[in-house]
């Protein structure tokens, strides 16, 4: 399945939550630190198992960079 | 001073309570009487909702050619609050703001840096509240990115939301002294109006303005921090002479040639400017007034 990952259409497969997603594109020390949403909603981070990902779904993941 | 009297003047005439610097008369020689309160000024900490701060200087991490010179630039202003930006994930960055942080003691302050509508800073502030673990935001809601102006409709918009969601929002803002009172009417902790725009360093181009939202600020128990515009120390100095309760920088230091110094150059400027406003200074005169004695003189 295509889900829209930080901008990006990328193949996961299915069945992959959120936590999992996380855990591929900010895998370890870089998870700290990272905030997740999906379609607009902000999903907190003890929530990112239970978000089992769909087809289309666009998801944000964020964290600190330098600014302002 | 004259335009000083002035504003106090017309403040009374439109209902609001006279300035604390109303009631420092001149005195003789001397601009006004130092009352207790004047001598604290100086070394009182900086006090945003309810946590103080010993640095009236608050950096921005942007700008920087590298974290090494962020860090040690951070150390030399003193600052105790720095902000960051959130953008997505990049897996090939170097290393991460948040250990700079971290490392040296500094807390964080998130921004929304780069929204353009309410709806979208009000997303990126609850992603920050979440990766960060705080509850404190710089609000920035810009209406293009040329000017890099605050769009006012849509930021007393998202800080209406971010307040009414827990968030303690720090406003960046036009230096319009009525939309600073929208902000704080809405429940801001502080109003943060700009010198002039973001990374121009044209320094504070409407101080009059500034003065106006200090009064304001003032009644209401509400710090205002002046946050972009300035260029140099000269400007931060001014900033905290007007009544700044702080000033918020970044690419003053992490643009210029020697970041270290003129981080250093800050935090000298704010402590001497807020010394300065503390310490009450001379009237403005139009012609001169000597020192010296005039009896005793020699035919």
Redesign the interface.
Known sequence: MIVRVNGTDTELAPGTTLADLVAQVAPGERGRGVATAVDGEVVRRDGRAGVVLVEGAKVEIVTAVQGG | MAEQSLIDHDRQAAGFAPRPEASRAETGDHARATTDADRKVGDDPLVIADRRFGSRLIM?????PS?QV?GDALVASGTELT?????????S?PG???DVLQERGIA????T?GCFTATEAV??A???????ETNWV?L?VIADDVTLLPDPLELVEAAEQLVADGFVVLPYTNDDPILARHLADVGCAAVMPLGAPIGSGLGIRNPHNIELIVADATDRNLPVILDAGIGTASEAALAMELGCSGVLL?SAVTRAHDPVRMATAMRHAIEAGRLAYGAGRIPVRRYARASSPVEGRID
């Open positions: 921005g991490t942007g700008g920087s974290l962020l902000t960051v930006a959130m953008r997505r994930v990049d897996p960055a991460s703001v948040l964080v302050l998130p921004n840096a997303l990126v609850r992603l920050a509240r979440d990766a960060l710089k920035e970044a």
